[in-house]
């Protein structure tokens, strides 16, 4: 915890306390969220040597409130950040045109293969949810690109609301995966359609990240509950895909953390290192990329334990022999 993420204001606006120093998951003020106007000036920091020797040199940003950026980032194509939050990754080190280049290209797992399930279970013929879930999954991808690409508010909210009402439709599948098909519980249905609309309608208002963080947590815990319940109870043998599901997606939490509260020391350690290998510490690309597949290998759980009950025969298969995908068949006539 040695460098603090806010350099001292270079003129007069009113800044916040800086956060505790070594969070990376910097609280933007709202100070730092105008839009430019004649009061702001241009950089006063000047940057470090680019790591990455292609880079065009950092211009100054007509206009750019940069003050209070951590020595490590720079400016580039999309202006000042005006997201309630950012992360640990250095803005613009990699890319003028990508903020946060690997957390943006680190969402690919959102996006490729929750479209390839959602082809499969249209193809299949199974039921709408479960595309609704897959394709859930490629909205909070897309958001999350263009959120780590921009770090611009208006994406930050295609990325974070997204998550709520993905889990939204995780938690409409999984409670109704014992019941006969073409039934819809209606009253299940405007309780997640409620949470959805008051978490949105808050957050909008309250614009504070720990709130949606709660609202996501519980929503996820939902998920959890019911999951080790049906692996513990009902279909035991699906404990593997269960299990592993959530271990990956808790792995996913843990660097999440490591990345916000050692943000410093790894900030440092990626100075020292080539930026290839640098990239390795991107931890909050790798929560990505662990909730990914975590997110993916649930919804695996909840179409497999849907099937089974319907009696479809589902069976699990690798693609490339790594990637799983559900494969099943319809129910025997009698
Ligand atoms: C049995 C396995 C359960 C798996 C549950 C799957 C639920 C998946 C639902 C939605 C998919 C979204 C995945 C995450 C997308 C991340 C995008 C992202 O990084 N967004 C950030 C901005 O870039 C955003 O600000 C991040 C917010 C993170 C909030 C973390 C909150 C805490 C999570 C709590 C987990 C609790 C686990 C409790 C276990 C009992
Ligand atoms: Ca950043
Ligand atoms: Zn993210």
Request: aromatic share 16%; with cysteine; glycine share 6%.
């Amino acid at each position: 915890m040695t460098t603090p993420h806010f350099s001292p204001p270079f003129f007069s606006l009113p800044l916040p306390a800086p956060p505790s120093a070594g969070r990376a998951q910097r609280r933007l003020p709202p100070s730092s969220r105008l839009a430019p106007g004649p009061g702001h000036l241009p950089s006063p920091l000047s940057f470090p040597s680019p790591s990455f020797p292609l880079l065009p040199p950092a211009p100054p940003w007509p206009g750019a409130v940069t003050a209070m950026a951590p020595a490590a980032d720079r400016e580039g194509y999309w202006g000042p950040p005006t997201s309630t939050l950012e992360w640990c990754e250095e803005n613009y080190a990699v890319s003028y045109y990508i903020a946060e280049f690997w957390n943006t290209v680190s969402n690919l797992i959102f996006i490729l293969p929750p479209i390839y399930g959602a082809i499969q279970t249209y193809k299949d013929g199974l039921e709408k949810r479960y595309l609704a879930a897959y394709l859930c999954l490629t909205a909070v991808g897309l958001g999350s690109w263009c959120f780590h690409m921009t770090l611009k508010y208006e994406m930050q909210l295609l990325d974070e609301l997204p998550m709520i009402y993905s889990c939204c439709v995780f938690v409409y599948c999984l409670y109704e995966c014992f019941k006969y098909k073409n039934t819809v519980n209606y009253p299940l249905l405007f309780l997640l359609i409620t949470y959805s609309f008051v978490v949105s309608i808050v957050y909008l208002n309250l614009k504070e990240p720990v709130f949606h963080q709660i609202m996501y947590g519980t929503l996820v815990s939902i998920i959890v509950l019911r999951s080790v319940y049906i692996v513990l109870w009902v279909y035991p043998w699906l404990r593997g895909l269960g299990y592993t599901s959530l271990t990956v997606f808790l792995m996913g939490f843990f660097l999440w953390n490591v990345d916000n509260i050692f943000c410093d020391k790894l900030r440092a350690l990626r100075e020292k290192m080539p930026p290839v290998v640098g990239a390795v510490t991107q931890f909050h690309a790798w929560w990505h990329i662990l909730t990914g597949l975590g997110s993916y290998l649930h919804i695996l759980l909840s179409l497999y334990t849907r099937t089974l009950f319907l009696k479809h025969r589902p069976k699990v298969k690798f693609v490339f022999g790594i990637w799983p995908v559900l494969l099943v068949e319809p129910p025997k006539k009698h």
